[in-house]
């Protein structure tokens, strides 16, 4: 059986959860905190990969990162990127497409701390990193546990976007569900069932992780 | 010495409010801030510590600017040194007790004073364990202890104590006068409770709608024709009922229900839930053991 799909699906979401923890956290915060009145319009910015069709943001990004137009010639003449049917467009538009997945929680878990934890640490001298470090997001563990595992898991279950912008390259933007996808339309049940069940037992043993750490069953374990 | 000159607009549930302050407060001193609820006490103490910007106005601190509207002058809260507790504690829940108390001493504070505090304030046995788990006494004796932790001049006390049963508070009003004398700190407290700021503190300004209405020392604020009498309570009134020619007030005093005779004249002017101060004159009180 090839594992090459599997594997880069798992890449794909490895690298995309990266970027997305690294960005959410200080876009969470300062979300939670602001008073700017632009506010309404960047959280349903956040929130629309929620509702679009992944085809149409796959669409879009197909159009502006297309070497055809200014943006997509820009990034390839003076960066030399070339997002279209690579591996780095798939990230850039993965990270988009599960943005509000990651965003969400983190937001939800930032708003619900009270207010005097931040306050109480200020008048204690401690600047706004070693406050957000050491005592909010130790505090938000469970919400940047759902965070992680849920954007990872909705990138590997990705496949409109990828479709659109990544094309179906071996070893390059093959993911495991064009894999699928591309098995069936080649009546190849048997390679099709394979990439299926995979995935099926994956992502089940991952949601089952997070159900299990965030009820606490696996408490008694840790001490 | 604090020297407070605020101004600042406050929303409050009945609209717009006009906070303005002027007050000295000497080092060293333990003072009181008394009045009713969205009178402007907690925004003071927020505006003392920078995390409410009045304004206008300065403030300044044992010679020191810490916020001048005029020149543009507003330290961080980060660097006031300002001990300070809130009403809900605001302990952080992913440390346990001891690393609380660590989190706010500096790194130059010396792990003595950390042992001496959990010594004065008996946090001994509650010192691997997570705030969650502790009661509401204790939670508060650590939330005073993480204040000192940071080796503050000045304390700030955000009503510490109105949660707490009247057993609990007795108790951490003891502690909270060692600490002030042991400490050598400035404080002020918020309070509503009329016997908890006789016992502790030595100045005390009334704030109504934004303004300092009286001030002075406790005695004097409260006993407003200073009863010579010996023997007196600070009570609130539950109940007034007409009995005969007479009235009986029914006061709460601490845990205890008393009733008091009182002349149509004298109860004109006292309510439900007024705080009020019963005395003795003439008749010489008797002790019992119980």
């Known amino acids: 059986m090839n594992w090459e799909p599997i594997l880069l699906t798992f890449k794909l979401a490895s690298i995309t959860t990266l970027i997305l923890v690294c960005i959410t956290i200080p876009l969470a915060h300062w979300l939670v905190h602001t008073k700017t009145k632009l506010k309404p319009v960047i959280e349903t910015l956040v929130s629309m990969p929620l509702v679009l069709p992944p085809t149409v943001l796959g669409f879009y990004f197909l159009i502006a990162f297309s070497p055809g137009n200014f943006f997509g010639s820009w990034l390839n003449e003076w960066l030399g990127i070339k997002l279209v049917f690579s591996f780095s467009g798939l990230i850039i538009a993965s990270v ?128 | 010495m604090i020297q407070l000159n605020l101004n600042k607009v406050l929303d409050t549930a009945d609209g717009k409010m006009n906070l303005a302050l002027d007050i000295v407060i000497a080092e060293g001193a333990f003072v009181t801030l008394y009045g009713d609820s969205g009178v402007g006490k907690t925004s003071t103490l927020r505006m003392l510590s920078g995390l409410l910007n009045p304004d206008s106005g300065n403030v300044v601190v044992n010679g020191e600017t810490w916020f001048n509207s005029e020149k543009k002058i507003n330290k961080k809260p980060q660097f006031r040194n300002i001990g300070y507790v809130f009403q809900d504690y605001a302990l952080f829940p992913n440390m346990t007790v001891r690393q609380n108390l660590e989190y706010a001493s500096s790194k130059n504070n010396s792990s003595k004073k950390i042992e001496a505090i959990i010594e004065i304030l008996e946090l001994g046995k509650l010192q691997s364990k997570k705030p969650e788990t502790l009661s509401g006494g204790q939670k508060q004796r650590v939330a005073l202890g993480r204040a000192l932790a940071q080796n503050p001049k000045i304390l700030l006390l955000d009503e510490p104590l109105s949660a707490l049963d009247i057993k609990a508070r007795l108790k951490l009003q003891d502690y909270l006068l060692k600490v002030h004398r042991e400490f050598n700190l400035t404080a002020i407290l918020i309070s509503h409770d009329i016997g908890e700021i006789l016992k502790l503190s030595d100045y005390i300004y009334v704030l109504s709608s934004g303004k300092v209405i009286k001030e002075g020392n406790p005695q004097d604020v409260f006993a407003a024709n200073n009863i010579s009498g010996k023997f007196k309570f600070v009570g609130e009134i539950l109940k007034i009922e007409p009995q005969d020619v007479v009235y009986v007030v029914t006061v709460l005093i601490q845990t205890n229900v008393v009733k008091i005779i009182a002349q149509e004249s004298e109860i004109k002017e006292m309510n439900i839930g007024d705080k009020v101060m019963v005395a003795s004159k003439a008749f010489n009180p008797v002790i019992f053991k119980i």
Do not use: R
């Open chain 1, 96 to 223: 988009l497409y599960s943005l509000p997945f990651m965003m969400h929680p983190i937001q939800s878990g930032f708003a619900s701390l009270p207010k005097t934890l931040t306050e109480a640490s200020y008048v204690m001298g401690k600047s706004k990193t070693t406050t957000l470090l050491k005592v909010l997001l130790p505090n938000i563990k469970t919400s940047l546990l759902t965070g992680v595992v849920l954007s990872f898991a909705h990138t590997v279950g990705e496949f409109g976007v990828v479709l659109m912008i990544g094309g179906n390259i071996p070893g390059k933007t093959k993911v495991a569900s064009i894999a699928i996808y591309d098995e069936v339309e080649a009546l190849n049940y048997s390679a099709a069932n394979f990439y299926s069940a995979v995935l099926f037992v994956i992502t089940f043993c991952i949601l089952l992780l997070v159900y299990l750490v965030n009820g606490g069953y696996l408490k008694k374990y840790w001490k």
